[in-house]
């Protein structure tokens, strides 16, 4: 073997680093695609962050391989390597921009089909955005059924509710769910008292009229890494879509890998939605937390997240036009 070839203590390291990372990068890559680990602690947080993940690996690979270069006392062995995990990670984080939708104006949205059903979920942080501002949004979209999650359906005033919606709510649980008055009435049938406090199940008074709403604010993973509560959470709200005709809205505190499968119950992601949280970063670095799953009666015409300006709270809203599915060309 020429000199110049032959593995150095220098080249041996840096080749051991870039190994390293590539295998965190396969870890992460199977834990996006098949759910590898999807409630590990601090490993199922990052699963919400491929941004940041790949960006930060990346960084680290090229750091590596500018070493290599930049190293008379480096093999040609060890350029070879760390250049070949830079540009793999480099190909993973273009690939994550090039699937990670831009939010989009409320004003943008086409109006919903004539057979569509039309949810808003958005994370309001109790007062952090006040009634008009909310209210604006719900004028400007016209869905048929909201949930705002962190916010108590008791601490509502008169005028917060729109004119043309029903407010629907659990004492303790911090979801408040609008249901637009030319829907069926509903009735809460379920809510999670497990002390998770994960949200509460709407059902119509006449069975079948219209799907049942699974509205949901679970808790957030602690920065020590605990699940516990949240991993409970979405295990109540694969409970109550147990029915075929169910949808789950609102602020997960999850991503699609979190769930067996992508699947909770019946219930699955009902499109990609761009990153609603943090509101304060771009989107590419941010977490897609807040959802909505629907069941195998209903399939997704359109989804968004909505870029509105001025928030005050820190979650970007989300809004879903959902549509009967179709079975071998019948409506279900």
Not at 118 to 127: D, E, G, I, K, S
Not at 258 to 285: D, E, Q, T, Y
């Amino acid at each position: 073997m020429p000199e110049k070839d032959r593995p150095t203590r220098r080249g041996t390291f840096l080749i051991a680093c870039a190994a390293a990372l590539g295998v965190i990068a396969l870890v992460y890559i199977s834990g996006l695609q098949v759910g590898f680990g999807a409630r590990w602690g601090l490993f199922s947080g990052a699963l919400a962050f491929p941004g940041i993940v790949f960006a930060g690996l990346l960084a680290a690979s090229l750091v590596l391989s500018a070493v290599a270069v930049a190293s008379g006392r480096a093999s040609r062995s060890a350029r070879i390597v760390t250049g070949s995990v830079s540009a793999g990670l480099l190909a993973a984080m273009v690939v994550t921009l090039a699937v990670t939708p831009a939010p989009v104006p409320p004003e943008s949205l086409p109006a919903r089909s004539a057979d569509a059903l039309r949810l808003l979920a958005w994370n309001v942080q109790q007062t952090a955005e006040s009634p008009d501002a909310r209210n604006r949004l719900i004028e400007t979209l016209e869905p048929d059924v909201v949930v705002f999650s962190e916010l108590y359906e008791g601490n509502l005033q008169s005028g917060d509710v729109p004119a043309g919606y029903v407010s629907y709510g659990v004492r303790g649980i911090a979801v408040t769910v609008l249901v637009a008055d030319d829907l069926p009435p509903y009735r809460v049938s379920a809510a999670d008292d497990s002390g998770a406090t994960s949200g509460f199940v709407l059902t119509a008074e006449t069975d079948g009229a219209a799907p049942e709403i699974v509205a949901v604010h679970l808790v957030r993973p602690g920065i020590d890494g605990d699940t516990t509560l949240r991993d409970r959470g979405l295990d109540w709200i694969a409970e109550q879509c147990a029915s075929p005709d169910a949808i789950a809205a609102g602020d997960f505190n999850a991503v699609a890998p979190n769930m067996p499968r992508g699947r909770l119950g019946f219930c699955r992601s009902a499109a990609v939605f761009a990153p609603s949280w943090p509101a304060s970063i771009p989107p590419l670095f941010g977490a897609a937390i807040d959802n909505v799953l629907v069941s195998e009666r209903w399939d997704a015409e359109r989804v968004a997240t909505l870029d509105v300006p001025g928030l005050r709270t820190d979650h970007r809203p989300i809004v879903a036009d959902v549509v009967p599915a179709l079975i071998e060309g019948a409506a279900r």
